[in-house]
T-cell receptor
Framework: QQQVKQSPQSLIVQKGGIPIINCAYE??????FPWYQQFPGKGPALLIA?????SEKKEGRFTISFNKSAKQFSLHIMDSQPGDSATYFC??????????FGPGTRLSVLP | EAGVAQSPRYKIIEKRQSVAFWCNPI?????LYWYQQILGQGPKLLIQ????????DSQLPKDRFSAERLKGVDSTLKIQPAKLEDSAVYLC???????????????FGPGTRLTVL
């Protein structure tokens, strides 16, 4: 119940495409859902986060869509660029507990 | 603002040897975390410190792993003896306070890549 499932494992898109990464959870106590971006040789960095009281959040080219009833959330990257090539992790957090991370999605954006 | 510093960046050891990793968090951050990231997986929390006290070490293999945070600043993570399955990237992160109390962002260091032969 503490797991966060993430798909796809890897994703290749052309420059300008809109990659979509999906995550699903079971624990209804989760109330904070961040996405992290990790470049090779670097630690993960917070990209964008959402709480379950909203269905969508946009920050620049990055959008989180949240479906509370389905217990799913997804990351969309608009007008993707080669510089967006990285591994993306979704995570979930419940009050008083620690983050649970998904297994990651390796994104490649071709020029 | 300086980020989370970790050393060494890479370490190769043979099984049954011991190894230690060092982390210096962002100044003023009370909470420090050690994560293990196995290739192809997300980070898994090993231990969380609040100042110099342990908050959560439920996933730390205590028979071989130990960690300390002296004076509530720097921290070291030790593995003794190492096993092949300990090969991973060990990430240190810090935040202003515990994530359960306030949604403070965790800042990650670059990690130490450990290879156990």
């Amino acid at each position: 119940q503490q797991q966060v499932k993430q798909s796809p494992q890897s994703l290749i898109v052309q420059k300008g495409g809109i990659p979509i990464i999906n995550c699903a959870y079971e624990n209804t106590a989760f109330d904070y859902f961040p996405w992290y971006q990790q470049f090779p040789g670097k630690g993960p960095a917070l990209l964008i986060a959402i709480r379950p009281d909203v269905s969508e959040k946009k920050e620049g080219r990055f959008t989180i869509s949240f479906n509370k009833s389905a217990k799913q959330f997804s990351l969309h990257i608009m007008d993707s660029q080669p510089g967006d090539s990285a591994t993306y992790f979704c995570a979930a957090l419940a009050y008083g507990q620690n983050f649970v991370f998904g297994p990651g999605t390796r994104l490649s954006v071709l020029p | 603002e300086a980020g989370v510093a970790q050393s060494p960046r890479y370490k190769i050891i043979e099984k049954r040897q011991s190894v230690a990793f060092w982390c210096n968090p962002i100044s003023g951050h009370a909470t420090l975390y050690w994560y293990q990231q196995i290739l192809g997986q997300g980070p898994k929390l090993l231990i969380q410190f609040q100042n110099n006290g342990v908050v959560d070490d439920s996933q730390l293999p205590k028979d071989r792993f130990s960690a300390e945070r002296l004076k509530g600043v720097d921290s070291t993570l030790k593995i003794q003896p190492a096993k092949l399955e300990d090969s991973a990237v060990y990430l240190c992160a810090s935040s202003l306070s515990s994530p359960g109390l306030a949604r403070n962002e965790q800042f990650f260091g670059p990690g130490t890549r450990l290879t156990v032969l």
